[in-house]
């Protein structure tokens, strides 16, 4: 996906554009079997004050998340990802992160306990994401188990960081954001 004033985004399978395997870099080593009840999702999670910053890794959990998105949402917000409509029903998790504008930054899901999909949404308006918004810029990474992807801008943007199940799955993760020089083009 591309998106207006500098931005742009990427993920894949198979190039160092982005994969469907959890990198080391983003590994966590989460315990399926631990509870996460001081994790759950409120609104604070979206907001500038609370935000991600580079290098942060974060365990959490959707369950008790909000039920903002959809399949639809995902799929109209510039094609985040190929969904169906009826999918990602479920609670989802979202976290404000301001990209510092220095070119590549990597986010990486870790979600062996269960299906859950990485989708990153540009986003200045310092709120949690719904669907009636406007959205210029959008990634999605729908690889079981985790995975990663990559977004560039070379200006200092806003962006959420949405951890959601396909059917509605719940369980604990992991998301690590990776601002270490990178260039997912260098051969």
Do not use: K
Not at 98 to 122: A, K, M, N
């Amino acid at each position: 996906g591309s998106g207006g004033s500098g931005g742009s985004s990427g993920s894949g399978s198979g190039d160092d554009a982005g994969g469907g395997a959890t990198p080391q870099w983003a590994d966590m080593n989460i315990d399926c079997d631990v509870s996460l009840t001081d994790t759950v999702w409120d609104e604070g999670t979206c907001q500038a004050e609370t935000r991600l910053e580079c290098g942060d890794s974060v365990l959490a959990t959707n369950a008790n998340g909000p039920s903002q998105l959809d399949g639809g949402a995902y799929a109209s917000f510039w094609a985040c990802a190929v969904v169906g409509p009826d999918s990602y029903t479920g609670n989802e998790q979202h976290f404000y992160f301001e990209h510092p504008g220095t070119g590549y930054v990597r986010i990486g899901l870790d979600s062996p306990c269960e299906d859950l999909d990485l989708f990153v949404v540009r986003w200045d308006g310092g709120s949690c994401l719904h669907p009636e918004l406007s959205i210029v810029e959008c990634e999605g990474q729908v690889s079981s188990g985790g995975g990663w992807l990559y977004i560039w801008n070379n200006t200092p943007s806003g962006y959420v960081v949405i951890v959601d199940g396909p059917n509605g799955e719940n369980g604990p993760y992991g998301v690590t954001l990776n601002c270490e020089d990178y260039d997912p083009f260098a051969r």
